[in-house]
């Protein structure tokens, strides 16, 4: 890493309290690159002189490391397996479920468990989290408002019973919304939930390097009651689950055995 970049993440974690060399190098480097340029700023010290002063810049440069792109649902044929094994295996032995979205993006994952739960008369005795790293997505989770790219996979007859359509933007009722606690969490950083039932962490491993994922798998089981269950993303794999006391039970699904 140059010596800019390791000045600017020292920065980022001293004034943004950001871990970024857990993040996939290349990958970040490159869109910090871009996201400077658009800003003006002709080098990172500049840069970080800039975010500070400059409220917008900040968002923009939070924004745009932190990839926010999720849908209700999303991989639907996957996300129906989830639903079937926490059903069929989880809730009847926990009937009073704690699950846990994390980096949860706008809450679409979470708001979905929560129709999920709804449908199967167990959200009175759950409890479900949505977690994320920045706080600017997190209200637009509480707000639940979204565009149709996002709520393509929801059932025609939920998006009737659980949406209200003004000006093409779809607002999720409040007796869904009140089913779900958004608070920020980092997963680098901050110690995680105990006691969960299910843990659904999709689409943000991809972005950190090595030593912080297995950190992250062994939290996430060390968070997970045995029996519980862990979700991953579509493009993610587990190569030793055994090293964390998983074991798989769907495609993209590992049970904690131990
Ligand atoms: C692509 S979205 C995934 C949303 C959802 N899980 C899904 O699969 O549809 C990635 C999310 O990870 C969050 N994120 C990035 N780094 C994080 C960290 N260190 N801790 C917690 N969340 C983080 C981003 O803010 C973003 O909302």
């Excluded at 980022?12 to 857990?22: A, I, V």
């Excluded at 600017?136 to 408002?145: C, D, F, P, S």
């Excluded at 949406?163 to 608070?183: G, M, W």
Aim: a positive charge; proline letters at 2%.
């Amino acid at each position: 890493m140059t010596q800019q970049f390791e000045a600017f993440y020292d920065w980022s974690k001293r004034e943004l309290n950001l871990q970024l060399d857990g993040y996939k190098q290349k990958q970040l480097q490159r869109r910090i690159n871009t996201v400077m340029i658009k800003s003006g700023a002709k080098n990172l010290r500049e840069y970080a002189e800039a975010i500070k002063k400059n409220a917008d810049i900040k968002q923009e440069f939070l924004d745009y490391i932190t990839i926010n792109v999720t849908e209700f649902y999303r991989n639907a044929q996957i996300f129906a397996e989830f639903e079937q094994i926490l059903l069929e295996k989880v809730a009847p032995r926990y009937p009073n479920l704690k699950i846990w979205s994390a980096a949860c993006s706008t809450g679409a994952e979470a708001y979905s468990v929560a129709m999920v739960l709804k449908k199967n008369r167990l959200h009175e005795q759950s409890k479900i989290i949505g977690t994320d790293i920045d706080a600017t997505i997190l209200r637009k989770a509480k707000e639940g408002v979204y565009r149709d790219a996002e709520i393509k996979n929801v059932p025609s007859a939920d998006l009737k019973k659980y949406f209200t359509v003004t000006n093409n933007k779809y607002h999720l009722n409040q007796e869904i919304k009140d089913l779900v606690q958004f608070k920020k969490h980092d997963l680098i950083l901050d110690r995680y939930e105990k006691g969960c039932h299910a843990i659904i962490c999709r689409n943000v491993t991809i972005y950190f390097n090595d030593e912080v994922k297995n950190k992250i798998y062994q939290d996430i089981s060390d968070s997970l009651v045995v029996g519980g269950i862990f979700f991953i993303g579509a493009t993610e794999t587990i190569y030793n689950p055994k090293q964390y006391g998983f074991q798989k039970v769907g495609s993209f699904i590992y049970e904690k055995i131990e």
